[in-house]
């Protein structure tokens, strides 16, 4: 079936650190791909999204790229804040647009 | 612009008894809308979906039931809540395929003791 996978964590950076997140999908068709960040307490706001191959997500200096020949959408930013802290969900919709899957999110900390 | 709202916020409530959440979208039209569980420091569970008006879809078998009685309201119910309902819920809307993303509400912190 369609799933995500990504790196559970969690993960602990030095402010100004360079992040990865890896994201990885298994999905029929084409989906869309997303990242989502639930800040404490709080729902989860879209972060970036990428509908097709090749496209680049960006937003508040994150970005990934929808790679298809290795099924991936890895987060990354080169210099994370201590505001950065929070979950971090990978996640795919399907093009009927009803089903969405999202992964297991990671937890990011970011020590000043 | 779309807006999502739940309440209420936070709630706790003893073991058998009922349970109502509201969720309720303006700016839109028709959405899809969604029922999520967050365990504490666990991933996402979709509990129920729903294409329209009376339309629902359950994901997993549980004591929750789900009722949409107008087009952008949902509402997540049970008749005797059990320890294992608490945990934080989550809305969610989608205008479906032309725009796949969701957008959740500000969620609700649920304690059964």
């Known amino acids: 079936g369609d799933s995500v996978t990504q790196m559970e964590g969690p993960v602990t950076l030095s402010e100004e650190a360079f992040l990865t997140i890896n994201c990885t999908y298994t999905a029929t068709g084409y989906p869309s791909l997303f990242w989502y960040v639930q800040y404490p307490g709080e729902g989860l706001q879209l972060l970036l999204k990428?509908?097709?191959?090749?496209d680049k997500g960006s937003n508040k200096g994150f970005e990934a790229t929808y790679r298809k020949e290795t099924t991936s959408f890895h987060l990354e930013k080169g210099s994370v804040q201590v505001s950065d802290s929070a979950v971090y969900f990978c996640?795919?919709?399907?093009?009927?647009?009803?089903?969405?899957?999202f992964g297991p999110g990671t937890r990011l900390s970011v020590l000043p | 612009s779309q807006t999502i709202h739940q309440w209420p916020a936070t709630l706790v409530q003893p073991v058998g008894s009922p349970l109502s959440l509201e969720c309720t979208v303006e700016g839109t039209s028709n959405p899809n809308l969604y029922w999520y569980r967050q365990a504490a420091g666990r991933g996402l569970q979709l509990l129920f979906y729903?294409?329209?008006?009376?339309?629902i879809s359950s994901e997993v078998p549980q004591n929750l039931s789900a009722s949409r009685p107008q087009d952008r309201q949902f509402i997540l119910s049970s008749k005797k809540l059990l320890l294992s309902d608490s945990g934080f819920y989550l809305c969610?809307?989608?205008?479906?395929?032309?725009?796949?993303?969701?957008?959740f509400g500000p969620g609700t912190r649920l304690t059964v003791l």
């Open positions: 729903s294409v329209g008006i009376g339309q």
């Open positions: 990428a509908t097709k191959a090749d």
């Open positions: 996640a795919l919709s399907l093009p009927d647009g009803q089903n969405f899957v």
């Open positions: 969610a809307w989608s205008s479906g395929t032309n725009r796949p993303e969701q957008f």
